[in-house]
């Protein structure tokens, strides 16, 4: 028999030995036992990848491969990498390409049987020989099964570890030649309920978590096959993956980053349409009649901040959720909640200034280039679980913790060298946030010529800041004025909010602290008094903001409830000035509570609408 990768898998069916990208793997442990599990000998697969033992004729033997043996063809491979099983068995057997996971996917391989025990001896609690298929030899030479495997095969809910999303983080940021991946699978398209083909020349998440049915590629629990690993939520199965505080934020980084995809649709394409929630209230984002919102169909997986009330304050959640140090990450299909503690991270977060160890940064130990930093987001669902786009239940504690993350997309950047940044944001549900939604920001130490570009559209902003929150009294931002989007810009950038549907948490006498705003384009202070604002961090100010990139727009959103609709500022502690000659026109902007002055130069305001007895929206100066 034969071990091998197959660094093209796509999800469903396991693909056998031939099909093309597959690659014998050398090296490998194959363990043998008779029929009653008792050891027989071990071999290492040679330069083929083929395994070989002498036994008895008309016996019946199980053959297992230790899956932390199994190499990977791809450069960057290092022994903490695993990989997932995607085929056990015989050629032309039935079983063969419907064991992705292995025996128990939620259970890590067992380690080489070096002890020669019997192969009971191998399960426990937390471990189970995964690879293991049986043969029944004839009286001549009988070809063995063949064993698959996968690098990029998320199985389970697990924190880490094999055939968890982390570990498909690891595999992916080590391994190199992405550009040359062509995923065989299909994903929930972003735009038709067919699904689409996974894009070629990016590495995205293979999620293949059972539900016990019988899939392509999955035997159901009845049948043989592994358990159910979804969770049940307001009567919905989502596959919610906890990520602890212990083990932190999933890091894009590492020596091959880039082209990374973290995409929940695979498990909808794989598995099924297991979370039937209708998120969202329909209708159409923006001010356009044309430009309509399907309601949005909830994602199959979640990920979770755990809430540990035996930490102290402030690190009782992860502080972030992903943070990304690489160039081109693609987020989609997955919800979020849960995530950053006081200081400004939440549930994804850019930074790449090496060697910074701030609140920003998602660990003080990682550091990014400081090359471009493009990144999607889209259909994601930030803020709720996946089965409910509602303010989440709260978490009874001392310091404001109440299911929200803290804010839900923090992009920082900085660099040394002419680059740009571009960070695309759209058809994504963005609420209950306890600080901002979407908050994009430049650093003192950047080079002219390093600029972000942020489009950011079809969006629906809820109840963004602690505003909304209306258990703020124990927040540490009972006075923040956060809101949906917060700019805080870098020389010369180009930027689109348009299309989006921005709606606040009502009037200032409903809740409690200073409400939130609509869009904000503003620089920051220098220094602040809330031990807890990232502006303390070292080579954090920010520099003037300048003139905006022809094109630059607020256009055709639909702004409500909010503290302001629209505030374009600098600080006066700052001594800088805001944003200069940005577009805004055809907005609509109704029952915003605040006015303010605003500050920059040669903008246009065109065709905007505003109503409601107490509604202000945008006053230039």
Request: glycine share 12%; aromatic share 6%; charged share 10%.
């Amino acid at each position: 028999g034969y071990v091998f990768e197959d660094p093209n898998y796509g999800g469903g069916a396991g693909r056998p030995l031939g099909t093309s990208g597959t690659s014998p793997r050398a090296g490998a442990t194959v363990e043998l036992y008779d029929a009653s599990g008792n050891f027989v000998g071990s071999a290492t697969t040679n330069a083929s990848g083929q395994y070989s033992f002498s036994v008895n004729s008309t016996t019946t033997y199980q053959v297992r491969v230790v899956n932390a043996s199994v190499t990977s063809t791809r450069a960057g491979y290092t022994s903490s990498l695993r990989a997932v099983q995607t085929y056990a068995g015989l050629a032309g057997e039935a079983a063969a390409p419907n064991r992705v996971g292995g025996r128990a996917p939620r259970l890590m391989d067992a380690d080489a049987n070096t002890a020669q025990s019997n192969l009971s001896t191998l399960i426990t609690s937390t471990t189970t020989p995964e690879s293991v298929a049986n043969v029944t030899t004839n009286e001549v030479n009988t070809p063995g099964p063949d064993f698959g495997y996968c690098f990029d095969v998320v199985v389970n809910t697990n924190d880490s570890g094999q055939g968890s999303l982390r570990q498909f983080v690891l595999n992916a940021t080590a391994l190199g030649n992405e550009g040359s991946l062509t995923q065989s699978g299909t994903t929930r398209s972003t735009t038709s309920t067919a699904n689409a083909a996974l894009a070629a020349g990016r590495e995205a998440s293979i999620f293949m978590i059972p539900d016990g049915q019988a899939h392509a590629g999955l035997l159901a629990a009845a049948n043989g096959g592994p358990a159910s690993g979804l969770a049940l939520q307001n009567g919905q199965q989502v596959a919610v993956i906890t990520l602890t505080v212990a083990s932190g934020a999933l890091l894009i980084t590492g020596t091959n980053p880039t082209l990374t995809t973290i995409d929940g649709g695979t498990q909808t394409a794989n598995i099924g349409d297991t979370n039937a929630a209708v998120l969202g209230t329909g209708g159409s984002v923006g001010t356009s009649a044309s430009l309509s919102y399907t309601s949005f169909s909830g994602p199959e997986v979640q990920l979770l901040g755990e809430y540990n009330a035996a930490n102290p304050a402030g690190s009782r959640k992860p502080r972030n959720g992903i943070n990304v140090l690489a160039d081109d990450f693609t987020l989609r299909n997955v919800a979020l909640r849960n995530f950053g503690n006081p200081g400004g991270q939440g549930a994804v977060g850019f930074d790449n200034v090496p060697g910074r160890s701030g609140p920003l940064a998602g660990s003080p130990s990682q550091t990014g280039a400081q090359g471009a930093v493009r990144a999607l987001l889209e259909n994601n669902v930030f803020g709720a679980d996946a089965s409910s786009f509602a303010a989440p239940s709260p978490f009874m504690s001392n310091e404001g913790d109440n299911g929200r993350s803290n804010q839900h997309i923090q992009y920082d950047v900085s660099g040394t060298s002419a680059a740009v940044n571009t960070l695309t944001v759209r058809t994504n549900l963005l609420g209950f946030s306890e600080r901002r939604a979407l908050h994009v920001q430049g650093n003192s130490t950047l080079a002219s010529g390093y600029n972000i570009n942020l489009s950011t559209y079809d969006n629906v902003f809820q109840e963004a800041g602690v505003g909304g929150n209306p258990f703020a009294t124990t927040s540490p931002y009972f006075n923040s004025a956060a809101g949906a989007v917060e700019l805080i810009m870098t020389t010369m950038p180009f930027i689109e909010v348009y299309n989006n549907r921005i709606s606040g948490p009502g009037m200032a006498t409903t809740y409690q602290g200073l409400g939130s705003d609509g869009v904000e384009i503003n620089n920051a202070q220098v220094s602040s008094s809330n031990p807890n604002d990232p502006v303390q961090v070292a080579n954090n100010a920010r520099r003037d903001a300048g003139a905006a990139q022809p094109g630059s727009r607020v256009e055709q959103n639909s702004i409500s409830n909010q503290r302001l609709a629209i505030l374009c500022q600098s600080n006066a502690a700052f001594s800088r000035f805001a944003l200069d000659n940005v577009l805004f026109r055809g907005n609509s902007i109704t029952n915003n509570y605040v006015g303010a002055a605003n500050q920059g130069a040669g903008h246009q305001v065109q065709n905007n609408v505003v109503t409601g007895s107490t509604a202000q929206g945008f006053v230039n100066t």
